[in-house]
């Protein structure tokens, strides 16, 4: 079945540092990729998302682009800040009729000032 | 303002206890889900909907029930609390199509001892 891989935390980062958390999935159709974050205490926000191939999410400095061809959707910010600090998530929906979204583990990331 | 409110925020079971998780959304979202979250597995589907008098199961469904009398309400039955259940729970909801992400509640923080 379907299914999304994202690298292991925590991640831990001097603020202005470059940040990359890595995410590969496996489906067999043509699902859209999305990357959520979850602040200490509260629940997830949609970060960004990508619906087709080579498309581009962004918002808030993070970027992900969707690679077919490495099934991968990897979150990037060139310059984190303290209040980056906070659980993201990678995620896919496989576009059936029932819209069910399949979660990676989650990754800690931790920005030290 | 508008988006997923969960009750309660925090609760304690003893086990063998029975209650319910109370989920409600006023953005007319069609699909609902259920997750549970625990460290180091990322977020589980429990339970779904696709519309009102339609739920279905998802990966962790044991344990649990749901109806979906209504679009705006999707409560989470829990019959015979065990000490397995404990967990963050987090209700979400979202329009059709694989290109919107969810909206999800703030969560519920369920401890059964």
């Known amino acids: 079945g379907d299914s999304v891989t994202q690298m292991e935390g925590p991640v831990t980062l001097s603020e202005e540092a470059f940040l990359t958390i890595n995410c590969t999935y496996t489906?067999?159709?043509?699902?859209?990729l999305f990357w959520y974050v979850q602040y200490p205490g509260e629940g997830l926000q949609l970060l960004l998302k990508a619906t087709k191939a080579d498309d581009k999410g962004s918002n808030k400095g993070f970027e992900a682009t969707y690679r077919k061809e490495t099934t991968s959707f990897h979150l990037e910010k060139g310059s984190v800040q303290v209040s980056d600090s906070a659980v993201y998530f990678c995620a896919l929906s496989d576009g059936g009729a029932t819209n069910k979204l399949i979660f990676g583990t989650g990754t800690l990331l931790a920005v030290q000032p | 303002n508008a988006g997923v409110t969960q009750t309660p925020k925090f609760q304690v079971l003893k086990t063998g206890q029975s209650m319910t998780l109370q989920c409600a959304q006023d953005m007319n979202h069609e699909y609902m889900s259920w997750y549970r979250q625990d460290p180091g597995m990322g977020l589980r589907l429990i339970h779904y909907s696709v519309g009102a008098g339609i739920t279905d199961q998802g990966e962790v469904p044991n344990g649990y029930n749901v109806s979906r009398s209504t679009t705006e309400d999707f409560p989470l039955r829990l019959l015979s609390a065990a000490p397995s259940q404990t967990s963050v729970y987090f209700c979400?909801?979202?329009?059709?199509?694989?290109?919107?992400?969810?909206?999800f509640g703030s969560g519920t923080r369920l401890t059964v001892v």
């Open positions: 489906a067999t159709g043509y699902p859209s």
């Open positions: 979400a909801s979202s329009y059709p199509g694989q290109s919107e992400g969810y909206t």
